[in-house]
């Protein structure tokens, strides 16, 4: 079995994104399991159909349902909404369908639980879209972790910044609805530092936070395409009830201390998910505006030439550059999805879960859930508060 | 007619670029003319089977006259060594055919004048590869230019600097034989900066320049694929005769100055592509290394906050980012190749010569030999002199 | 009155920059008052007798109390060991003298109350020596702010980082003992963050901290000068009883959020004193190893060419470059401290308290121990508390 | 003799950053002679009278002649303008002054080997102001390329870039007339470059150049400071008669290729000396902005992590560091001045010539002069011919 027959729901800024690493995986990775592009899903008839024929899928279907039940189909990739992953997942594992989710798992933590529980259930694959670890200069920061270069961690800090809506007549997207997107900025960039500091670091012990809103109204928009839309002045405006910033501190449980910062209002950040890794023995810092980069500094390089290096993870020695193209000819964003897919299909292959899976996006959401309580209580919340819960809850049952 | 069907020479390194090109174009610019992936064509027929499965063309050719000879073909793609251009360039455009190839034009002038001939004689629209060009942030510092927003151009100084040959053991590619790659460094990656200077500053009136072989004995190679190939230390050596650094000044028409180097024994410098043009009114700075930045200064910001801008090309203000992801979200080195394609397919859709063509690929090819003559003869040599000698050439036969 | 007599009391690695600060005022800005180095004053008469020599006192003093007591000085610059500022500052005060105190001004909020009182009762001015606030490059990220050029203030950042006790066998000099230092790097590094919050954002109204101590036992030092000390791998070793490490969260009372880190123990950051403020129209970020230069982003730029802005703060139009070089020729660390000073003699002369004075230096102090309150209680804690316990204080006494 | 007497010509832009070493040397280098600021001159008597006073010289003259003269003077520093170097420098000479010389050394070679001759002759110690050379990361530079960690040199390109005439309205000073500074950008920055090159790489062979005036005509000058000036719209216009840049290509004895660009046309580099040195086995990259940086690649660094390191070069391992700051505590370019006179002075303790000399000063205006001559001359010029002419003028004679 060489071919993966893919169901996607979603078409628009992340259905493009896996959409293109479908196209592209065959190319560049010519031995690894080839995903068909057999269904693309999504409500607007037109609007799916027009998506199918551009990004090269086979059909289209308009109700989800349908797409989960035709038999021709071996995963189903959710890119829909929040606030619908849940029921799709669900009922995808059901029907035997292997998983592909886009973060944040759900909007709530239960149902993120849920979502874990019923794919372990059905015994398929299941991975989300934390793409950002598959940029070859995270790569190398864990790689560096892992092999002790770095030493004892001592530091993590990290911060996505973005300026989208730094303008306040920026208009109430859907990204900006708890209904929909279930937060603000901390779900959609703190979620992504969260995975990040777990993948490179470990399990974090406890957390504290805060956040806010500043743009409090804004304009409802007329019509919504990914990440923009369009608002007027005289527009009448609706309550945005979303953060717009989500600072928190973190004890993880190897005692390294970290920093987390989410925010949308940070201008000249269009897209700044930036960590900084400090260890007895060394140091990373990435940023991925420069995607390509990651700076690294050793204790013990000689007295006279020490400093952070600027390596650009383009040779090689570096994960997956081989596929690609010469040393110093870089690549971008898009190429985050295709290493993705490419881990997906190995884990399909060599049957075991792919990395990361819905254990790890529920761990990501219980630190998303505890930062919310421990603003909401004003308190540090441990981790083991909401395992304890979950525990009890399952106890209840 | 919304269909062009391409028939490509050449399957390596820029026969990979080219085919991706073709490949993401319809689904990232959906309005333009869809190139067909029709026939590849190569010596090796289980290379080029394999080459055509991998990057999808539909079928193969192992002699490039039966590509040129096939009536379902509508452009025909060059990208096998330089050395062989001309020959398939002028039995395509003879046969009818768009062209679509790499640079350099060819290895001498004269057949780089030929072929600009052939393909007008035939009334085929014919493009050069000079892809750097196609980086949003190269067409926002030529976007500053044109615009005047850096006033009079008083300098341009621009560097190609590569190490991939820095280990003497490196072997004898043919990239490193004069009679298939016609020069070094030169010819490779100044001829980059050359069509850069003609873009973004205009005509070069005379140069003088200087080149060195450092390393003038290296292994044969056993075989070769791409940029790279494996020798062994006791390979037997042969002589590398193209040359390992070339740099020369130019004036320009304009009464610029133009400092150019071009290295492939640079250390730490995996692609360095670099140019800084100054103005009475501003500057701007652009290394292909950070291909998505562009640094600008301009000379009537507030007195207090003057500063180069690190720009962040990804904004819907920046050429062709609309089509790709939001702000923030960088792009690669492909995708300098599928703008190059959109050029070329929106350019046959109104008939008009694509930028560049052949003609800049000419006058390209007149400043290498102009260089080189320079050099050769150790003095300053007009641009005036090669075109007074095409006059007479014309007139003598 | 155009003459200052100074005596200081240290002579290690503040005693000399307040020194040279001293000796260059009058050459650099002749029309301020200029300080006479009349006396310093340090316990090892050998090495203060040096010292006196060297820096260019005219004479020195073993015994604060008779530098105190001295009828030919003005003024007491009191850089000694934190925990013995409050003795002479409150002697000095008492016996007439402007003060001119490091920070942090004493090792608890009571003491540094205390010192406040006594200088506003002595009527004697009274500054401390926050000489960040003196790079050219953080005055105008004040003004920036002032006028409003960044709109209102959404975040503030900031990270004081070094990597000098990194070293396991790094020993137990002075700046690592509770008893003499009070803290580590919170007194030590994040004292400066918090005087720059204040500075350029406003008032704090809580925190939530945490911190730790990696290194927990260190060689005892043979011997100690300024920074450094000499250990061995044999020496008996005693415990670190202050932070290696305290980050915090922090809401200001004009609603922006702030983030707070210092270490001792992130490799690489030999002196990384960085900020970045985020507001609704612009941004700006600084960092100490590149002191002389200031990132400005604002968002009414062009919006093709928006990006932050390498402001190098050496133009006339910079605070104090008019007194130095020209444009492009940097400053260094000790310059800060001539600007320090020379606020100083101007405040001195135009008979106001100087920038930043002891209410700064009591107000800095607040928000280190309500942090440390914070970390001992795990509660977030309102600098109200703090202000309401003086009050109570006050009224029992 | 552990006093040197110093009688300074000159007292602007570089009298200022010579009398401020001297005021600092002790300080920071107590264990070197003393400098003792003994008389400044200059022909305006009030203004040589108020920088005496600022600066801390102790007497003054108003007639070169007359410092010259006196006898409690043992060394004469030059920093008037270029034009009248020789006549001092030969005067003091043959007073038995040693001398301190300002660059160029002269605004002809014949005068400037006259200098040399004639300070040889009296057997005095002689000094060029060549200050970059002290900056401590170029001094990191000059040992990573003396120690062979850089290997055989194939690349040196550099750069002195400035912006402070871009305006056409700023003056005609007399930086910008032959007759006084000999040259433009070519002499004043250029010689820097050049003699960067000969402490960095060595020897140069022969050169070409290149050179513009931009702006032909500029507007007299009411009263003149320093680097600076004041014109107005309407004032009369002067012919601007030295050069806005100056481009040459080089090739040094060793076999490495040069590439050299002056310009004060440069809009956003207010100061910008910049060299990059490529070897065989890695690289170095210093830019004046950031003066207390230099980037270090080495080819011989793991291969996933090779890249330029910023080395911060404010180590104790680094030149002079010790005395100042501890790490990461930057200096700035008035330093460099400091150094350069503790090497005249333990030169002179030493009984041997400072570095850099006034042979360095006749090779630097050797390479200056053969530039200009390519330049008048369109060709290639071998130092070799000036040393032939050199020969054959003293036969001559």
Not at 12 to 20: E, I
């Amino acid at each position: 079995m060489e071919l993966i027959r893919i169901g996607m729901v979603g078409y628009k800024f992340m259905g493009k994104a896996h959409s293109h690493a479908y196209r592209d995986l065959p190319m560049f990775f010519p031995h690894a399991i080839k995903p068909v592009m057999k269904a693309i899903c999504g409500r607007d008839r037109d609007a799916v159909g027009q998506a199918a024929q551009q990004f090269g899928w086979e059909s289209c279907e308009t109700d989800w349902r349908a797409l989960v039940a035709r038999g021709d189909i071996d995963l189903i990739d959710i890119n829909a909404p929040s606030n619908v992953h849940k029921e799709i997942a669900v009922a995808a594992a059901r029907a035997g369908k292997h998983l592909f989710c886009e973060k944040p798992l759900s909007v709530t933590l239960p149902e993120a639980r849920e979502m874990l529980k019923e794919a372990e259930r059905a015994g398929v694959k299941h991975m989300i879209g934390f793409n950002y670890r598959y940029a070859p200069a995270v790569q190398l920061a864990k790689k560096l972790v892992s092999e002790g270069r770095l030493g004892r961690i001592y530091h993590f800090r990290a911060w996505f910044l973005q300026d989208w809506i730094i303008d306040p007549q920026f208009p109430l997207v859907w990204r900006l609805r708890k209904e929909i997107a279930g937060s603000g900025s901390h779900g959609d960039l703190g979620a992504h530092l969260i995975d990040l500091a777990h993948y490179l670091v470990g399990e974090i012990q406890e957390v504290i936070g805060m956040s806010e809103t500043f743009v409090t109204e804004r304009p409802l928009p007329d019509s919504m395409t990914g990440l923009s839309g369009k608002g007027s002045q005289d527009a009448p405006k609706g309550k945005v009830d979303v953060d717009d910033a989500t600072l928190f501190l973190a004890r993880f449980a190897n005692g390294a201390l970290g920093s987390f910062e989410a925010s949308r209002m940070a201008p000249g950040h269009r897209c700044t998910n930036s960590f900084e890794i400090n260890g007895s023995l060394g140091s990373v810092k990435f940023d991925f505006e420069r995607m390509n980069e990651l700076q690294v500094y050793l204790t013990d390089d000689d007295e006279d030439i020490q400093g952070f290096r600027r390596v650009l993870a383009t040779d090689p020695a570096h994960a997956y550059m081989d596929a690609w193209w010469p040393p110093g000819h870089t690549i971008g964003y898009e190429h985050t999805f295709i290493h993705e897919v490419l881990e997906l299909m190995n884990a399909i292959r060599e049957d075991r879960q792919p990395q990361p899976n819905f254990a790890d996006g529920v761990r990501c959401q219980e630190v998303l859930e505890a930062v919310e309580r421990s603003i909401a209580e004003r308190r540090w919340v441990r981790m083991s508060e909401l395992s304890e819960e979950e525990l009890e809850e399952g106890i209840d049952r």
